[in-house]
């Protein structure tokens, strides 16, 4: 998740020989991922990597891009569509308020399932325990799976045990890092359940501040994003697919046909994320719709 931008800084202190050296600094150091807006406001920091699902009511309208089933398949399709809702106006609005002005959006892989019980179709959703994100876990308890929610750090010793008979993570990395493909036999690929995408900000004082030929520079750097994300993830597929194989998973692409069901019953979620955000007095409905047609838009040009 964070080589890109790993990336992004090292180019800042190549493209200005040296005269900007960025600091990366790695998990929680300098603040808790839900404080990471509050850090950039506050001056602890000038750049953070800031997700909406971990601070919703931060930037309430900004996570219309985890609502389940709605993200486009790929990497690059993802950043397009991620940056785009970033940049609506309604959402810069939000970021501002944070004194923060966004650099490039940081996609995610696909969440997809793997596990102990194969799921082709949605009737196989029926009475599978699954540790899975609350919304998409909403849609999916409709045909009858039954989300169950441990940390992280507990997911292996559930499955191993039985409490989980599956998992859903982003593809393929994550279930590599955790070594669940160790006790799972199933995996289930094509479900593009979300992207959870993050956004990479920066503080506007600090950027205001900037020579000109550096913000240039900075943008620059920031349009190589998508394609390092991308190149990332290859790169772990190269790496996890033959391991997964050699470990025995199978892995099964859940038909469009059964994914057309699963998005019917999704739709209800994003219109119930509409009431709440028009609640609250702003304007949902205009940003879903924006980030539909963003969306459908993208698709169109495969």
């Known amino acids: 998740m964070t080589y890109p931008i790993v990336d992004w800084a090292k180019d800042m202190g190549e493209l200005t020989d040296g005269r900007w050296e960025i600091e990366v600094h790695h998990g929680a150091v300098l603040a808790p991922a839900e404080e990471a807006l509050d850090g950039l406001k506050a001056g602890l920091f000038e750049v953070a990597l800031s997700a909406s699902h ?7 309208l900004l996570t219309v891009d985890h609502l389940p089933f709605m993200t486009p398949p790929t990497i690059m399709q993802k950043g397009e ?4 809702i970033a940049r609506h106006p309604a959402v810069q609005k939000e970021l501002a308020q944070w004194n923060a002005k966004l650099l490039f959006h940081a996609p995610l892989s696909n969440y ?13 959703l029926d009475g599978v325990r699954m540790r899975i ?3 998409a876990g909403k849609v999916l308890a409709e045909f009858g799976l039954v989300p169950t929610m441990v940390s992280p750090s507990e997911m292996y ?3 191993d045990r039985g409490m989980l008979d599956s998992i859903s993570l982003p593809w393929t990395y994550t279930y590599g890092s955790y ?16 992207g959870a995408g993050m956004n990479v900000v920066v503080a506007q004082d600090a950027w205001d501040a900037l020579p000109d030929e550096w913000k240039k520079l900075a943008e620059f750097s920031a349009r190589k994003a998508w394609d390092r994300y991308d190149k990332y993830n290859m790169e772990a597929d190269l790496k996890w697919l033959p391991i997964f194989n ?7 692409n859940f038909p469009a046909e059964e994914r057309a069901k699963v998005l019917a019953k999704a739709e209800g979620t994003w219109e ?8 609250k007095g702003l304007p949902g409905r205009e940003v879903l719709d924006f980030a539909i047609a963003k969306r459908n838009e993208i698709l169109a040009k495969k």
């Open 179 to 194: 070594k669940l493909y160790e006790l799972s036999k199933y995996a289930t690929i094509g479900m593009d359940l979300k």
């Open 133 to 135: 994100d609350a919304l």
């Open 54 to 60: 971990y601070a919703p009511g931060k930037h309430p």
């Open 246 to 252: 050699d470990a025995g998973v199978e892995i099964t």
């Open 81 to 84: 569509w991620g940056d785009a």
């Open 157 to 159: 010793v559930a499955l």
């Open 272 to 279: 119930e994320w509409v009431k709440d955000m028009e609640s």
């Open 112 to 124: 997809e399932f793997m596990g102990k019980v194969p799921i082709r179709t949605v009737e196989d």
